[in-house]
Nanobody, 119 residues
Framework: QVQLVESGGGLVQAGGSLRLSCAAS????????MGWYRQAPGKQRELVAT?????LTNYVDSVKGRFIISRDKNTVYLQMNSLKPDDTAAYYC???????????????WGQGTQVTVAS
C-alpha cells in the first residue's frame, strides 16, 4: 500500500516562511504529478501548486512569486514565503502513484497539515 505523510505546518507571523514536506512511501513503482492543495474553514479545497514528473510547475495566482514547489525522489516540498493571513488553511499534498502489481496510477492524498498565519 502507499502512504503520503506531510510535515512542516505550524503557526507563523505574517511575512514569515514555512516549508512543507510530503513523503510517499510503500511499494511504489513510479510517481507522476504531485501537488499541494489547501482548504480554509468554510471554503472549498483549492489547488495551490503542482509539479510534473519532469518538474514543470504551475501555481494559483494568489501564491505566484511567494511559494515554490519542488520534488526530490518520493518527496514533494512547498516553500512558502511572505505568508499572509489569507494563506491560513489545512494544506494537503497529493500524488499520482503506481504501486507494485498495479497497471494504472492512482491519486493519493496526505492527511493534511495546518498552516496558521497570524496578522
Amino acid at each position: 500500500q502507499v502512504q503520503l505523510v506531510e510535515s512542516g505546518g505550524g503557526l507563523v507571523q505574517a511575512g514569515g516562511s514555512l516549508r512543507l514536506s510530503c513523503a510517499a512511501s510503500g511499494s511504489i513503482v513510479s510517481i507522476g504529478a504531485m501537488g499541494w492543495y489547501r482548504q480554509a474553514p468554510g471554503k472549498q479545497r483549492e489547488l495551490v501548486a503542482t509539479i510534473t514528473k519532469n518538474s514543470l510547475t504551475n501555481y494559483v495566482d494568489s501564491v505566484k512569486g511567494r511559494f515554490i514547489i519542488s520534488r526530490d525522489k518520493n518527496t514533494v516540498y512547498l516553500q512558502m514565503n511572505s505568508l499572509k493571513p489569507d494563506d491560513t488553511a489545512a494544506y494537503y499534498c497529493n500524488a499520482d502513484i503506481r504501486f507494485t502489481g498495479s497497471i494504472y496510477s492512482q491519486t493519493y492524498w496526505g492527511q493534511g497539515t495546518q498552516v496558521t498565519v497570524a496578522s
